[in-house]
């Protein structure tokens, strides 16, 4: 992968864990594949509890028209979304690079999905593992405030907008956390919830 390629397709799997919502994935998703894998046409389908499948095919879309890229993202067997990348035959059929990147963001997409659509972190979770963390080394209020929210998978910049603090601020808060607990990362963090 060239190293501008490598830097935009770290730039969009960062964007697509910020947003704070399914819709604002899709449409993080979708602008940001655009620059890396060229397409004429593309869908995000996302299953909520209760949806048919997600093996509909649109219509319209003629395979004699266009080639079709497409990636079903599930946790444990349980599908959650699935992308369709379409293009213009004229224009080419999607090469076996564009077919790995798109398959490489398969594991940050059911992170992300699953995140959104099915995770349920019970209070009763999260109290126990602040109180963990909080019998070990002293946490400010605004440190809990960050843990709770970030123990109940909410992004950095939906975390920023309810605390009303920038982005800089929160990086302080999670790298005090981080030098209290003596960890490196938000995953070690995160590990209190099942620790």
């Given at each position: ?5 490598f ?12 947003q704070?919502?399914?819709?604002s994935?899709k ?7 655009q620059?890396?894998i060229?397409?004429q ?8 509890a209760?949806d ?11 395979e004699?028209l266009?080639d ?6 599930c ?6 979304a699935q992308?369709?990348?379409?293009r213009?035959?004229?224009k080419?059929?999607f090469t ?8 490489s963001?398969e ?5 992300i999905f699953y995140?959104h659509l099915c995770?349920?972190?019970?209070q ?5 593992a602040?109180t963990r963390i909080?019998?070990?080394v ?13 123990f109940?998978?909410?992004a950095?910049s ?9 982005e ?18 938000r995953w070690?963090l995160?590990?209190?919830?099942t620790a």
């Amino acid at each position: 992968m060239e190293i501008a390629m490598f830097r935009t397709y770290n730039t969009m799997i960062c964007g697509l864990y910020e947003q704070c919502d399914v819709e604002s994935v899709k449409q993080e998703l979708l602008g940001s594949l655009q620059k890396l894998i060229p397409y004429q046409y593309a869908d995000v389908q996302v299953l909520y509890a209760g949806d048919p499948d997600l093996n509909d095919r649109e219509p319209y879309l003629s395979e004699l028209l266009f080639d079709e890229l497409e990636l079903k993202i599930c946790h444990k067997d349980q599908p959650l979304a699935q992308v369709r990348l379409y293009r213009l035959r004229k224009k080419g059929k999607f090469t076996d690079a564009e077919r790995f990147l798109l398959r490489s963001m398969e594991p940050h997409l059911e992170q992300i999905f699953y995140r959104h659509l099915c995770r349920d972190t019970s209070q009763e979770i999260v109290d126990h593992a602040i109180t963990r963390i909080n019998s070990q080394v002293h946490l400010t209020p605004r440190e809990r405030e960050v843990l709770e929210m970030m123990f109940r998978g909410d992004a950095n910049s939906c975390i920023c907008d309810a605390l009303h603090i920038t982005e800089h601020t929160l990086q302080k808060h999670l790298q005090n956390l981080y030098r209290k607990l003596h960890i490196s990362s938000r995953w070690e963090l995160v590990g209190y919830l099942t620790a």
